[in-house]
């Protein structure tokens, strides 16, 4: 709920670079999670970062994550169409065993 | 590897109808989540367990619903009585720890009519 943000919706063509954004509120969060979610399907887990990490880059994905800040961003290098789908952000403590969710940004890829 | 299974994919009933959701767990996950997706609420958690023991159930709307695992291999979320406000997308996830990423499966989509 509350505890992890994103904005709701974004729009880009097909080749840019999508960049989603999400803030969170607790300094203790230990790790932080990017999902997907397409039509019909459940939330697949794309990548995570720990904490003490400041970036991941895993193919066309890069985590960057702020911790001053508490922002965590997805950048999808290259968005093509099949990357159309709802993403969340997480976020888990070690001190908790569940993991909270934003409410998801909606990425729409234009041709 | 099997991923997280879930049964059936799709359910319609009538309202005051028992529902019962099934869900097998990844071999070796020690954690199990049940969680409900609505346009209006989002992805809410409903309870999980950690070796086969419900550990919070605090998100669980009201006494309708309740959980079990037997096993480490299986779960049910059962509903009894149906309403047609438990209507959405039930997920189940399944994780090594607590705060592990977890692993969704597919979801049941449940019409209450």
């Known amino acids: 709920g509350e505890d992890v943000e994103q904005s709701p919706f974004l729009s880009v063509r097909e080749g840019d670079s999508s960049v989603i954004n999400c803030t969170y509120t607790?300094?203790?969060?230990?790790?932080l999670y990017w999902y997907k979610q397409e039509p019909g399907a459940g939330l697949q887990l794309l990548t995570y970062i720990f904490s003490n990490m400041d970036m991941k880059q895993d193919q066309r994905l890069t985590v960057l994550l702020n911790k001053k800040d508490k922002h965590l961003s997805l950048r999808i290098a290259d968005t093509q169409t099949g990357d159309s789908a709802i993403y969340f952000c997480?976020?888990?403590?070690?001190?908790?065993?569940?993991?909270?969710f934003g409410a998801g940004t909606r990425l729409t890829v234009k041709p | 590897d099997a991923g997280v299974i879930q049964s059936p994919r799709h359910e319609v009933t009538e309202m005051g109808q028992e529902v019962t959701l099934r869900c097998k767990p990844i071999?070796?996950?020690?954690?199990l989540f049940w969680y409900r997706q609505t346009m209006m609420r989002g992805l809410e958690l409903l309870i999980y367990f950690n070796n086969n023991v419900p550990i919070d159930d605090s998100g669980m709307p009201e006494d309708r619903f309740s959980a079990k695992m037997p096993n480490a291999s299986f779960s049910t979320l059962k509903i009894q009585p149906s309403e047609p406000r438990d209507s959405a997308v039930y997920f189940c996830?399944?994780?090594?720890?607590?705060?592990?990423?977890?692993?969704f499966g597919d979801g049941t989509r449940l019409s209450i009519l």
């Open positions: 071999s070796g996950h020690d954690y």
């Open positions: 997480a976020e888990s403590r070690a001190s908790n065993n569940d993991m909270r």
């Open positions: 996830a399944s994780s090594t720890g607590g705060s592990q990423p977890q692993h």
């Open positions: 607790d300094s203790s969060s230990t790790y």
